[in-house]
C-alpha cells in the first residue's frame, strides 16, 4: 500500500500536537492539517496555557492523570532545553487559595506537578479572606509562541526524522480550509482526525459538546512573578514570559464572542483583591475564547462509510477549560489509534492482493 495520507482537521493545541505526534510515530505517513483558521485566531490563543488539569467527569481518573503526566514530562523536557524561549514554556510558581477547605485537600494531579504543599500560615496571611492554600510549581505554555513553535516543529519533523532515521518523511503540510462534512475528504485522504475543538458542534452534530465562555485580560505587569488561582477556578493570574492572563469567566452555553465591558471591570477588580499591585498593570488586552467542553474528551475511531466506500475517522475534541494540561497525552492516543487504522488499512489491502 502506498504512504497513509492522513487529513489533521483543526489547529488549534490539539489539532497541531496531534499532527506531530503521527509524524513522529508513523514517520512513513503524508500528514496535512487543514484549518479554517490558524494561530493568532483559535481557542487555544485565547488560553492561559497553565498545566493545572481541570476534572472530566466522564473519563476515570487514572487515564487523565496519565495523559496530564504524559505532557507535563514533555513540555517539562522543552523547559530544559535551549527551544524553551521559542516554545513559550516555563516554570511558574505560586498558590491555589481556598475560602474554605476543599472535601479533596490532595489533588490527582498533586504528585505530578513539582514541591506540592500545603501553605504555611506567613505565605496564607498575603490572602487574608481565603483560610486554606497548596502551593505548587507548575509549567505554562505562552500560547500563541508555543502554537507556532508546534506548527514549525510539525513542518520541520522531515529533516528531523530523515536525519535520525534516514526516513524519507514529508513533514506537516499546512492549508486554510473550512471543512463542511467530514466526508468530503474521503477521495484526497485515508484517515481524517478530527481535531476542530467547538467547532465539532456543527461538523459533526455532537449535541454533547458545548461551550464555556471564557473572557480575560492580558495585561503587562513584569513585577508580578508567582501564579495565584481562586479554588473556585474562576478568579485567576497567570504571569506568562512577557504578558499576564487575568481572569475570568466560565460561562455554560454562551457563544458570544464579544468581550463585555462590565466583565472586563469585573475580572480587573477580583484580580486586584487577590494581588493589589495589578491595579498599576498596563496594555490591557480583552480576549474571549469558547472552551470545547463536553463530560469526556471524544478520543475514538469510527467508520464512516457511503455506497461501499469507506472513511477512516478518529476524532480528538472535547478538552474543555483543560486542553493544554493534557494535549500531549490525547495526540499520543489519537496517533495511536491512527496507527490501528493503518495496520486495519494494510490489512485489507494485502486481502484485497490474494
Ligand atoms: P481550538 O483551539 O478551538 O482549535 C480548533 C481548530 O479547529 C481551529 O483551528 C479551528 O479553526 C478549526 N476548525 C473548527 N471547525 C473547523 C472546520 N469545520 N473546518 C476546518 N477547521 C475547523 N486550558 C488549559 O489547559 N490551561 C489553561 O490555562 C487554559 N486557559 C483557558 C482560558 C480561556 C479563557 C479559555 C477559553 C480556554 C482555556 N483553556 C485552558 C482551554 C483550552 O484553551 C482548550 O481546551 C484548547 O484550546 C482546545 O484546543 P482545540 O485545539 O481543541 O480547539
Redo the contacts with the bound molecule.
Keep these: 500500500m502506498a504512504a497513509p495520507k492522513v487529513a489533521v482537521?483543526?489547529?488549534?493545541?490539539?489539532?497541531l500536537s496531534t499532527a506531530l505526534c503521527i509524524v513522529e510515530s508513523c514517520p512513513s505517513c503524508s500528514v496535512t492539517v487543514?484549518?479554517?483558521?490558524?494561530s493568532p485566531n483559535?481557542?487555544?490563543d485565547?488560553?492561559?496555557?497553565?498545566?493545572?488539569p481541570h476534572t472530566y467527569p466522564g473519563t476515570p481518573i487514572h487515564v487523565q492523570k496519565q495523559w496530564f503526566k504524559e505532557t507535563f514530562t514533555y513540555l517539562f523536557a522543552i523547559s530544559n532545553s535551549a527551544e524553551a524561549s521559542e516554545a513559550g514554556i516555563h516554570l511558574v510558581s505560586g498558590w491555589q487559595v481556598f475560602k474554605n477547605t476543599p472535601k479533596e485537600e490532595l489533588p490527582f494531579w498533586s504528585d505530578v506537578v513539582l514541591g506540592f504543599r500545603p501553605m504555611s500560615e506567613a505565605e496564607l496571611q498575603k490572602f487574608p479572606q481565603h483560610q486554606f492554600g497548596q502551593a505548587f510549581t507548575t509549567l505554562k505554555c505562552d500560547c500563541p509562541p508555543y502554537l507556532l513553535w508546534l506548527e514549525k516543529r510539525g513542518f520541520f519533523s522531515a529533516l528531523l526524522l530523515e536525519s535520525l532515521y534516514r526516513l524519507k518523511a514529508t513533514g506537516v503540510q499546512m492549508y486554510t480550509?473550512?471543512?463542511a462534512d467530514l466526508w468530503e475528504l474521503h477521495s484526497e485522504y485515508n484517515i481524517v482526525v478530527n481535531?476542530?475543538?467547538?467547532?465539532a458542534h456543527q461538523?459533526v452534530g455532537d449535541k454533547k459538546l458545548f461551550p464555556v465562555r471564557?473572557q480575560?485580560l492580558k495585561v503587562h505587569a513584569p513585577w508580578v512573578k508567582n501564579f495565584i488561582r481562586d479554588g473556585d477556578g474562576i478568579t485567576y493570574i497567570?504571569p506568562g514570559i512577557h504578558r499576564i492572563t487575568i481572569?475570568?469567566t466560565r460561562e455554560k452555553e454562551n457563544w458570544n464572542l464579544s468581550p463585555d465591558p462590565g466583565t472586563t471591570k469585573d475580572i480587573f477588580d477580583r484580580c486586584c483583591s487577590l494581588e493589589p499591585s495589578l491595579q498599576g498593570a498596563q496594555d490591557i488586552k480583552v480576549k474571549v475564547?469558547?472552551?470545547?467542553s463536553r463530560q469526556c474528551v471524544r478520543l475514538q475511531r469510527e467508520v464512516l462509510s457511503q455506497g461501499g466506500v469507506k472513511l477512516l475517522v478518529v476524532h480528538n475534541?472535547g478538552?474543555?477549560?483543560?486542553?493544554?494540561?493534557v494535549h500531549r497525552g490525547t495526540a499520543k492516543e489519537a496517533a495511536r489509534l491512527v496507527r490501528e487504522c493503518i495496520a486495519a488499512l494494510q490489512g485489507a489491502s494485502s486481502r484485497a492482493k490474494l
Design positions: 482537521v483543526g489547529a488549534g493545541v490539539i489539532g487543514l484549518s479554517e483558521q490558524f483559535t481557542t487555544s485565547v488560553a492561559a496555557g497553565m498545566l493545572i480550509r473550512k471543512v481535531c476542530t475543538g467547538i467547532g461538523l471564557g480575560v497567570y481572569g475570568g475564547g469558547l472552551r470545547p475534541y478538552h474543555g477549560a483543560g486542553g493544554f494540561s
